[in-house]
């Protein structure tokens, strides 16, 4: 298999003007070429369909099973991913990173004990791999054996001794050996190592509260919450610590802004819900759990609560169904009996009231201990919180503290996947490209808008209306069924209007990673009509994609320790990018999307000067362009113009682009 030098396309059919039927021998170099880029971009059921060809054409070879076991992790198919490993390990049982994510695969199945020795022996191939120990660490802490985890660490720091992860996960051994000042010892010196490490100072902040130290904990979630604005993990504990602060209202805000963020988050709402009944607002609160439950149909608490404040609020129906629902999983739970009885009356159900009223006086002398632990119908646990794997429904008043929360920074996992993520504090946002396919994702709220585009759909040349992107969207199986059936009929219709088939052709060939068709298809459409923008643009986005996995495939490969690779700039191939670009707006100077790409490549290649020309006609023409403003507001950092960055990222925060804050936050502080 290639180094990735060249990403090779996902069938064999020789494009040219009028090319062959698609559907011909397979190439098992380029379909493991374009399954690997798949699985680069985090389109993981994709990328298991490329390996499955490879597979049944070569099942000798260990590579598919491996990379397919990859994307069947990223999937949390656990047990696939261990078989597709143990595929690989019995065709090849030298390489290394086949027992990292079988071991991976058996932590998650909480297989501990063969997952240590599955990292055991990748060490022994490669003593000096920092993820194998990392998770060997996590392997043997979460099995308890804390003993052999801290000689493990010992090792680990001895060999990477600025290693801050390795830190956190003796902090959190020292901290469960009931050594709290040397863990928060061995916190800070993590801390120390990377101060905009927002998991980190997250983890000193909740060991602070665990110490009471409320105080300093609310300062680390301000710190957090100041470098990542978007973390609404961060919101929940701040409130939590407010809460213990009797600063309820702060809590609320907190709240508030977490469920913002994330609208689905179970733990924000419940407590959001909580504190709004306490300060007497039922009707929103109950607003709260119906969400609550409408994501967790048998959260009792939630039901339960919901129950008393439906009977606050005179809904006695809904009352009464909720109580019903809890009785029927807690049939010892004589508090709720008792409360039913008194809705059961309101609603003129005088025999029903009677009913639960004998059971409460035939138990009011007696003492439960039912399956879910809890003591007595009088008391709570002591405590203002619980953790949300707890069924006490006596607890329901207690504010949750999210296990995730809780979780050790050192102990996350320590495979990756996109090199180029780690540890990146500023980065410009991604150029924008054409698709079929819209991505729900974006934080930034409005959809791009192009009369060109609009106009480019109207030509009647694509399966379906182009939007305009610059996230990844991962394809669903339909998604990439629809693609592979478009090029099929694309295929068979190229003598009717070659340039227009070519040009559709090679987007679906770009939306399904095969970058090398993509870019064939692109070329034989520029010679027959070399006056379109479209082609030019799509050219410049594969030709871009194809330079972003060369770069980390090399990355990679020197992390591994081939070191000895002749080195290669990109700059060239990114000037083959902007030269495309470079057309595109002379043919449409008004199409501010061209201008931001140019400029956003140019950024790249360290030309600040031309990005700024670019992006400020980009923003010429279109002042919503959240995205221009925040990469001329990074392009302004670089040139050390900070009032003017500053001026340029705040605009790009207004328009959504929250981590443009955080920007500012940064390096207003570094002045």
Sequence with gaps: MGKGRSLLAACTVVLGLLCAPLHAQINTDRMMSVGRTALYFEDYVLSIQYFNQVIGAKPYLYEPYFYRAVAKLSLEDYIGAEQDCNSAIERNPFVVNAYQVRGLSLVYQGRYEEAAGDFRKGLKLDSENRPLRHNLILCLARDGRKEEAMLETDTLLASAPKYAPAMAMRSDLLWEQGDSVAALEWMEKAIGVNRFDPEMIHHHGVMLARMERYQEAEEDMDRVISIDPTN????????????????????????????????????????????????????????????????????????????????????????????????????????????????????????????????????????????????????????????????????????????????????????????????????????????????????VGSVRNSKLVDDLYLSGCFMSELFLENGESPLDEKQIKKLFDDIDRRTMALAASPSCQLLARAMDFCLLQDYSNAEQDLNSALNLDPDNWAIWFCRAQVRARRIEMFKADQELETRQGRQNMPATSSDAGYQDVIRDLSRVVDMEPSFAFGWYNRGTYYAMTNDLHAALMDLNRAIELDETLAEAWYNRGLVLVFLNRMDEAFRDLSRAGELGIYSAYNIIKRFSKSE
């Design 232 to 443: 609404a993990g961060a919101y929940i504990t701040r409130a939590m610590i407010r809460y213990f602060r009797n600063n309820l209202n702060g809590a609320l805000s907190d709240y508030d802004m977490s469920i913002t963020i994330d609208p689905a988050n179970v733990t924000g709402r419940y407590n959001r819900g909580n504190l709004r009944a306490q300060i007497g607002d039922d009707n929103r609160a109950i607003e709260d759990f119906d969400v609550v439950i409408e994501s967790e149909p048998d959260n009792m608490m939630a039901i339960y609560y919901r129950g008393l404040l439906r009977e606050g609020t005179g809904d006695y129906r809904g009352a009464e169904q909720d109580l019903t629902r809890v009785l029927q999983e807690y049939p010892q739970f004589i508090q709720g009996y008792q409360i039913r009885s008194e809705v059961r009356e309101k609603l003129g159900n005088m025999r029903g009231a009677e009913e639960d009223a004998m059971v409460v006086l035939r138990e009011q002398n007696r003492r439960f201990n039912n399956a879910m632990g809890y003591a007595s119908d009088q008391d709570e646990d002591e405590g203002k919180t619980r953790e949300r794997s707890d069924k006490n429904v006596r607890n329901y008043r207690k504010i949750v503290v999210d296990e995730n929360l809780e979780n050790s920074t050192g102990f996350s996992s320590e495979y990756r996947g996109k090199v180029q993520n780690r540890n990146v504090e500023a980065r410009y946002l991604d150029p924008f490209r054409l698709t079929f396919f819209r991505d729900l994702s974006r934080q």
